[in-house]
Every structure is written in structure tokens, then in C-alpha cells.
């Protein structure tokens, strides 16, 4: 169990909202509790209760920053580890990971026809596939889509689901008959 009584600790004097001056209060929402302010909703003045702290897990001695030369380190941050520069905020030189499929394992998008779909990772840490094209087309999947056509609709996309294929078209969903 966590200590979170030093969230909830209000200041020695109380804070005042910079717009109307009205006493700012610990309010709770879907993200956790945060302040805002007492003459809701005339003003509607918010501010969070504690900065998304970024940690240092490890600092990797044997790579250094491509950008100004000083040590990379294994963080823990609001979205998950990640490695970045020791040197931040002056330096904001962070790995992306390149998770680009083979040419032959692409999947066209079969909504927009002109992007392809690449897996990409929620927030949550949870994978899901969409367009390329994003913001354009909106096409995305939850599940892994396979190169097939489906049987009953002809839709040119299957879903692999629980070791089972079925069509990726919302309409349609029929389970595909084994090869």
C-alpha cells in the first residue's frame, strides 16, 4: 500500500486562484486529485497536485548522448521506462524505439488503401495497429491483423483472436473456417 497522505496535505497558507483570487480546494477526477478552484464553474482554474516525476533507474555508463556527449540512463516516467539524457531538462535527447515491420509483413489499410498498418503501444502498454495516415484516416485495430479475404464479405483484412481468424470488418466479424 502506497503513502498518499502527502498528496492530500494542504498548504501552510492557503494557495488563491491567480484568475479570480477565490481559495483553490482539493477536487477529485478520473486522473486522481488535483486543485481547483472554489468558484467552479464561473472559474474554471486547475492545477495538478504533483508533477509527473521522472526517476533514474540506471545510468548506462558505456553509451553517451549522440547530442551533447554525457551519459544516457534507464528512467521510469509518466508513460513507462524509457532511456534518456542525464543531462535534461538542458538536453532532451531521448531513444525511440523503432519497431518497423519488414516490407513483406506490411498490412495495406484497407479503409484510406493509401497508408499501412503499424503497430503502435497505448499509454497503458497495451498494442494496437493503426493507419499510417493518422490523422487523416482513423483506421486502427485492437487485435493482430492478418494479410487474408474473408469468406462471407470478401473484406481484404482478417483478425488473429485467440488462435482463431476472423474478418476485420466491424460489420461483418464472421469467424474464418480453417485452412
Known amino acids: ?77 509518466r508513460y513507462g521506462m524509457f532511456i534518456g539524457c542525464t543531462d535534461y531538462p538542458r538536453c ?8 518497423e515491420q519488414p516490407e513483406a509483413e506490411r498490412l495495406a489499410c484497407p479503409k484510406c488503401k493509401q497508408g499501412q498498418l503499424t503497430e503502435r503501444v497505448n499509454k497503458f502498454g497495451k498494442a494496437f495497429w493503426g493507419c499510417g495516415n493518422y490523422p487523416k484516416c482513423k483506421f486502427l485495430l485492437n487485435d493482430q491483423p492478418v494479410a487474408g479475404c474473408c469468406v462471407s464479405c470478401g473484406f481484404g483484412l482478417l483478425l488473429e483472436k485467440k488462435a482463431a481468424l476472423y474478418c476485420a470488418d466491424k460489420k461483418c466479424g464472421q469467424k474464418q473456417p480453417a485452412a
Do not use: W
Not at 491567480?18 to 478552484?37: E, H, M, R, T, Y
Not at 497536485?49 to 533507474?57: A, N, R, Y
Open 92 to 99: 532532451t535527447f531521448v531513444v525511440h524505439e523503432q519497431n
Open 1 to 77: 500500500m502506497t503513502d498518499d497522505s502527502a498528496l492530500f496535505e494542504l498548504p501552510q497558507q492557503q494557495q488563491l486562484c491567480p484568475l479570480c483570487q477565490q481559495p483553490l480546494v482539493i477536487k477529485s477526477g478520473k486522473n486522481g486529485a488535483f486543485l481547483g478552484c472554489s468558484a467552479y464553474p464561473a472559474c474554471n482554474y486547475i492545477k495538478a497536485l504533483h508533477q509527473h516525476e521522472t526517476s533514474i533507474v540506471k545510468v548506462l555508463d558505456s553509451e553517451a548522448c549522440p547530442q551533447c556527449g554525457n551519459a544516457l540512463a534507464v528512467k521510469n516516467g
